[in-house]
């Protein structure tokens, strides 16, 4: 009986671990949906590209994944903004028949990166073996009339602590800078923003920005506990968007939510139906999210809010 | 009995009260006006009537019969037309085959759905604009092929949203000319507009919605002369 | 004269083998035809009734696997999957836009995408069903010659090319582009959106499902990453699409041509080969931006380029 507790709760606390870390992903997309309504089919490659450069840090350099976080978010920052500004913002200019122009133009550029990825680096599965790996903590050890085991990875832990404090450090730029603010006006009301003077260009530009350097703090969390390979990116666009659609399109708190949703209930699926169903699982709820509650968990709370 | 008949129709989006228990009756052959100020409900009221909403309460029956559960096709079928304030011309197709399109709900027959759409263009006066892309029209004929539309599915009551806004003088007054040839046809008509000369001039009853209530009803004249209505609009006219 | 056009290049292609090509040249020309007929196919949901799909992998394996299965389970001929695959495409198409032709835009687009990938880990999973990751091997091939096969894909093209014309110049046609254009306005005039959108996914999906027979038979071996390939299958259907021209009715097969060929051509130098990707994903991109429409939708754009550099 208490060995059924005991894995129950053991995958519970790694699917919660693994939500915290999938939340960042969906963050950065939410934002990006949010405010541009782009739909980012390259979300998964750009974390693809954060984790190569966390790696190679590592293996050229020795700085710790973890510290690579300070590299990778700058420099996906950068790219963000680049393909923002230089494909992107044209796609939208674009006038033609088929309206999914925008979101055909991101699956290009993710063929782009993934398969310069393969070019460069090959397709080798590769990972940062760091000496805190197999680290983790027992609840045995803290209490020794526990009863059953639990236990903590070290790893996975410090990834989860610190995309909390990114979070934390997104939703105080969001809520208390003028930068911040001026986005979630874009996001919510466009032509408000533009009539309240908000530089609505460079806001969208910026904010692809920050939805992908949130990705690329993603990524260099990732490596410590993940194999890396240059495809890798579809499986975590298709996350992104599970946890988006969850969430509520837009909504932080909804990416949130719906990445500790997600999180558990994948560690569920792969410690009760096993690993190849995990794909399955994730298209089903993306699927049955987007007919039955498209406003997400965010609407769910709105009418909560309202009382109706 | 009305052609059209709306009972205490409520609309509510989350806690808000987009319409408020309305209720009126449209009677054949008339043309009826719905007028409020901005954000009244009246359009709102079309998209119930239309079938895009669902009323949260209350019914609404065409000749007796309650369409208020059917979907916009099966609404349209059953001889409800309506045009759309911002209008929706499909834009790569002409004119012509935007109204062979609407024209097949009634024709059997690929030839039959060109003759009535031709006989409508002549009867709209866009006949010699027929193989124009519909997205280079300008405004006025683009409110002219709404209504074009709508008429070759051969409706018995017509929904007219706001197909006076944005047009000059004399535009304005082949509208009316349009408006009253519609309802010789035998085509009943209830219309939203804002002009006020327009409605005042056409209409043989109005009524008046003011945040999503209905506030008076009556002929052109008595709605003038209503406190109530003037309150309402002049209320608006002050705070802005 | 232009009436005639579609019947003379029938008549031209018909005659084509009879000229003598090499077994590669049948084999690319083979796939030309097949894309093509998997590129109008799609052209017919996405170009004219404007929904666009991300994940039309799923009828083209459900189709191929129709073929496979058939062969696998019950020992019969894999041709017969080319009559049972209007059945089977019929449920999964009814199926798949049951879920998501509620959908607008982009999000069709998406839950497409995601449906797609849902019938390749499926069929990866479902070992017994399907073979799995291990696939299926025809062992008995019908012909050795390529010629066979070609005039039954040229049949299927020919069979769809007119199809589709006759569908476009109907009634369904008209309601179609309607529903493309403006769904609200679709709905006022009386047009049932929801049964001619799944009218048109059907039929779609049904054609490529005949194509994804076809590749059973043909190349004699599918397995899952093959045939519900989202890059390889979903995104290239899109591309010959969209290269080609969109919502006309020789755009997939201008794009057909451009996409197997340059797809060749990239394969066969050594050093680019590796790349292919890359160059799709780039070519992606500049049609997107530059010649959103394709080369036949857009063809009035790439006169007045070239008409520019003339007189320069």
Redesign the interface.
Same mark, same amino acid.
């Given at each position: 009986m208490s060995v059924q507790i005991e894995v129950f709760l053991q995958t519970l606390i790694a699917g919660l671990l693994l939500g915290g870390l999938y939340a960042l992903i969906g963050l950065g997309m939410t934002i990006i949906m949010g405010v541009m309504k782009i739909i980012n089919l390259a979300h998964g490659e750009l974390m693809m590209v954060a984790m190569y450069i966390a790696y190679w840090v590592f293996v050229l350099f020795h700085i710790d994944p973890y510290l690579s976080v300070f590299i990778s978010m700058p420099l996906l920052f950068f790219l963000g903004v680049g393909l923002q500004k230089f494909l992107i913002n044209p796609v939208l200019k674009v006038e033609s028949i088929l309206p999914e122009n925008q979101v055909i133009l991101t699956v290009g550029i993710g063929m782009v990166l993934s398969n310069l990825a393969t070019i460069f680096f090959t397709s080798d599965y590769r990972s940062t073996p760091v000496d805190y790996a197999t680290k983790a903590w027992y609840l045995t050890d803290y209490w020794k009339a526990a009863p059953f085991e639990l236990s903590l990875s070290f790893s996975w832990t410090v990834s989860f602590i610190i995309a909390v404090i990114i979070t934390v450090l997104l939703w105080f730029f969001l809520t208390k800078t003028d930068m911040g603010k001026s986005i979630r006006a874009t996001a919510q009301d466009l032509d408000a923003a533009l009539l309240m003077g908000v530089n609505v260009k460079k806001m969208r530009v910026i904010t692809f920005g920050i939805g992908a350097s949130l990705v690329g703090a993603a990524g260099s969390l990732f490596i410590p506990i993940y194999y890396l390979y240059p495809s890798l990116g579809g499986q975590f666009t298709l996350i992104a968007f599970v946890i988006t659609i969850l969430g509520g399109l837009g909504s932080t708190v909804g990416a949130i939510i719906g990445g500790l949703i997600l999180g558990v209930f994948e560690s569920m699926t792969a410690t009760y139906l096993g690993m190849g169903w995990a794909p399955v699982g994730r298209f089903l709820i993306f699927v049955a999210a987007l007919i039955f509650l498209p406003g997400g968990v965010a609407s769910l709370l709105r009418r909560k809010r309202f009382g109706k | 009995m009305s052609l059209l008949e709306l009972r205490g129709i409520s609309k $509510?989006f =989350? =806690?808000l009260a987009a319409l408020n228990s309305v209720s009126f009756g449209v009677n054949k052959g008339e043309i009826f006006g719905l007028i409020g100020p901005n954000g009244a409900g009246k359009t709102t009221l079309f998209n119930v009537v239309? =079938? $895009?909403y669902k009323p949260s309460k209350g019914e609404v029956l065409f000749n007796g019969r309650k369409i208020s559960n059917l979907?916009?096709? &099966?609404i349209? =079928?059953l001889g409800i037309? /309506?045009t $759309?304030q911002v209008v929706?011309?499909? &834009? /790569?197709?002409t004119v012509l085959?935007n109204v062979?399109?609407?024209a $097949?709900?009634r024709a059997k027959s690929?030839d039959q759905?060109e003759e009535i759409a031709v006989e409508t263009l002549q009867f709209s006066g866009l006949y010699d604009d027929r193989n124009i892309k519909s997205k280079s029209l300008p405004l006025g004929k683009r409110k002219r092929l709404e209504i074009a /539309?709508?008429l070759a599915?051969k409706p018995e009551l017509l929904l007219f949203d706001e197909s006076c806004a944005g047009l000059n003088p004399s535009e304005l007054n082949e509208s009316i000319e349009i408006i009253k040839k519609v309802r010789e046809r035998g085509v009943t008509i209830l219309i939203i507009e804002h002009h006020m000369k327009v409605i005042m001039s056409i209409s043989d009853r109005v009524v008046v919605l003011n945040y999503g209530e209905k506030i008076a009803e009556g002929t052109p004249m008595e709605i003038a002369n209503n406190p109530l209505v003037i309150e309402a609009y002049l209320g608006d006219a002050q705070s802005a | 004269m232009k009436r005639f056009l579609p019947l003379i290049i029938l008549a031209l292609l018909v005659i084509l083998p009879l000229i003598g090509l090499s077994t590669y040249m049948m084999h690319i020309v083979i796939l030309v035809i097949m894309w093509s007929v998997i590129g109008m196919a799609w052209n017919l949901l996405g170009g004219y009734c404007g929904q666009v799909s991300f994940g039309h992998a799923a009828y083209f394996g459900a189709g191929a696997y129709t073929a496979g299965i058939l062969y696998f389970k019950l020992g019969l001929s894999p041709w017969w999957g080319l009559p049972l695959t209007i059945i089977v495409v019929t449920v999964v198409s009814l199926f798949i836009g049951f879920l998501c032709l509620r959908l607008r835009g982009p999000f069709f687009a998406l839950a497409t995408l995601a449906m797609g990938e849902v019938f390749r880990v499926t069929s990866e999973n479902l070992v017994d069903f399907t073979g799995g990751d291990l696939g299926i091997l025809i062992q008995e091939r019908t012909w050795v010659e390529k010629i066979w096969y070609y005039y039954i894909i040229l049949f299927i093209a020919a069979g769809t090319f007119f199809l589709i014309k006759k569908v476009i110049e109907s009634k369904l046609g008209y309601y179609f582009v309607a529903i493309r254009e403006d769904q609200d306005a679709a709905e006022s005039l009386g047009i049932n959106t929801t049964l001619y959108k799944t009218i048109a996914l059907c039929l779609s999906g049904i054609l490529t499902g005949f194509a994804g027979a076809f590749y059973t038979n043909y190349m004699g071996y599918i397995d899952p990453k093959v045939v519900f390939a989202l890059h390889d299958i979903s995104i290239v259907t899109i591309m010959v699409v969209m290269v080609g021209g969109v919502a006309t009715y020789w755009g997939p097969v201008i794009g057909a041509i451009i996409m197997v060929f340059l797809a060749e051509i990239i394969r066969s130098i050594p050093w680019l080969g590796v790349a292919h990707h890359t160059f799709f994903g780039i070519l992606l991109i500049v049609i997107i931006i530059f010649l959103s429409n394709g080369i036949a939708g857009d063809f009035p754009k790439i006169k007045r380029l070239f008409r520019i550099r003339g007189t320069s």
């Amino acid at each position: 009986m208490s060995v059924q507790i005991e894995v129950f709760l053991q995958t519970l606390i790694a699917g919660l671990l693994l939500g915290g870390l999938y939340a960042l992903i969906g963050l950065g997309m939410t934002i990006i949906m949010g405010v541009m309504k782009i739909i980012n089919l390259a979300h998964g490659e750009l974390m693809m590209v954060a984790m190569y450069i966390a790696y190679w840090v590592f293996v050229l350099f020795h700085i710790d994944p973890y510290l690579s976080v300070f590299i990778s978010m700058p420099l996906l920052f950068f790219l963000g903004v680049g393909l923002q500004k230089f494909l992107i913002n044209p796609v939208l200019k674009v006038e033609s028949i088929l309206p999914e122009n925008q979101v055909i133009l991101t699956v290009g550029i993710g063929m782009v990166l993934s398969n310069l990825a393969t070019i460069f680096f090959t397709s080798d599965y590769r990972s940062t073996p760091v000496d805190y790996a197999t680290k983790a903590w027992y609840l045995t050890d803290y209490w020794k009339a526990a009863p059953f085991e639990l236990s903590l990875s070290f790893s996975w832990t410090v990834s989860f602590i610190i995309a909390v404090i990114i979070t934390v450090l997104l939703w105080f730029f969001l809520t208390k800078t003028d930068m911040g603010k001026s986005i979630r006006a874009t996001a919510q009301d466009l032509d408000a923003a533009l009539l309240m003077g908000v530089n609505v260009k460079k806001m969208r530009v910026i904010t692809f920005g920050i939805g992908a350097s949130l990705v690329g703090a993603a990524g260099s969390l990732f490596i410590p506990i993940y194999y890396l390979y240059p495809s890798l990116g579809g499986q975590f666009t298709l996350i992104a968007f599970v946890i988006t659609i969850l969430g509520g399109l837009g909504s932080t708190v909804g990416a949130i939510i719906g990445g500790l949703i997600l999180g558990v209930f994948e560690s569920m699926t792969a410690t009760y139906l096993g690993m190849g169903w995990a794909p399955v699982g994730r298209f089903l709820i993306f699927v049955a999210a987007l007919i039955f509650l498209p406003g997400g968990v965010a609407s769910l709370l709105r009418r909560k809010r309202f009382g109706k | 009995m009305s052609l059209l008949e709306l009972r205490g129709i409520s609309k $509510f989006f =989350g =806690g808000l009260a987009a319409l408020n228990s309305v209720s009126f009756g449209v009677n054949k052959g008339e043309i009826f006006g719905l007028i409020g100020p901005n954000g009244a409900g009246k359009t709102t009221l079309f998209n119930v009537v239309n =079938g $895009f909403y669902k009323p949260s309460k209350g019914e609404v029956l065409f000749n007796g019969r309650k369409i208020s559960n059917l979907k916009p096709h &099966q609404i349209c =079928g059953l001889g409800i037309a /309506r045009t $759309f304030q911002v209008v929706k011309p499909l &834009q /790569r197709m002409t004119v012509l085959d935007n109204v062979i399109a609407s024209a $097949f709900l009634r024709a059997k027959s690929k030839d039959q759905a060109e003759e009535i759409a031709v006989e409508t263009l002549q009867f709209s006066g866009l006949y010699d604009d027929r193989n124009i892309k519909s997205k280079s029209l300008p405004l006025g004929k683009r409110k002219r092929l709404e209504i074009a /539309r709508a008429l070759a599915t051969k409706p018995e009551l017509l929904l007219f949203d706001e197909s006076c806004a944005g047009l000059n003088p004399s535009e304005l007054n082949e509208s009316i000319e349009i408006i009253k040839k519609v309802r010789e046809r035998g085509v009943t008509i209830l219309i939203i507009e804002h002009h006020m000369k327009v409605i005042m001039s056409i209409s043989d009853r109005v009524v008046v919605l003011n945040y999503g209530e209905k506030i008076a009803e009556g002929t052109p004249m008595e709605i003038a002369n209503n406190p109530l209505v003037i309150e309402a609009y002049l209320g608006d006219a002050q705070s802005a | 004269m232009k009436r005639f056009l579609p019947l003379i290049i029938l008549a031209l292609l018909v005659i084509l083998p009879l000229i003598g090509l090499s077994t590669y040249m049948m084999h690319i020309v083979i796939l030309v035809i097949m894309w093509s007929v998997i590129g109008m196919a799609w052209n017919l949901l996405g170009g004219y009734c404007g929904q666009v799909s991300f994940g039309h992998a799923a009828y083209f394996g459900a189709g191929a696997y129709t073929a496979g299965i058939l062969y696998f389970k019950l020992g019969l001929s894999p041709w017969w999957g080319l009559p049972l695959t209007i059945i089977v495409v019929t449920v999964v198409s009814l199926f798949i836009g049951f879920l998501c032709l509620r959908l607008r835009g982009p999000f069709f687009a998406l839950a497409t995408l995601a449906m797609g990938e849902v019938f390749r880990v499926t069929s990866e999973n479902l070992v017994d069903f399907t073979g799995g990751d291990l696939g299926i091997l025809i062992q008995e091939r019908t012909w050795v010659e390529k010629i066979w096969y070609y005039y039954i894909i040229l049949f299927i093209a020919a069979g769809t090319f007119f199809l589709i014309k006759k569908v476009i110049e109907s009634k369904l046609g008209y309601y179609f582009v309607a529903i493309r254009e403006d769904q609200d306005a679709a709905e006022s005039l009386g047009i049932n959106t929801t049964l001619y959108k799944t009218i048109a996914l059907c039929l779609s999906g049904i054609l490529t499902g005949f194509a994804g027979a076809f590749y059973t038979n043909y190349m004699g071996y599918i397995d899952p990453k093959v045939v519900f390939a989202l890059h390889d299958i979903s995104i290239v259907t899109i591309m010959v699409v969209m290269v080609g021209g969109v919502a006309t009715y020789w755009g997939p097969v201008i794009g057909a041509i451009i996409m197997v060929f340059l797809a060749e051509i990239i394969r066969s130098i050594p050093w680019l080969g590796v790349a292919h990707h890359t160059f799709f994903g780039i070519l992606l991109i500049v049609i997107i931006i530059f010649l959103s429409n394709g080369i036949a939708g857009d063809f009035p754009k790439i006169k007045r380029l070239f008409r520019i550099r003339g007189t320069s």
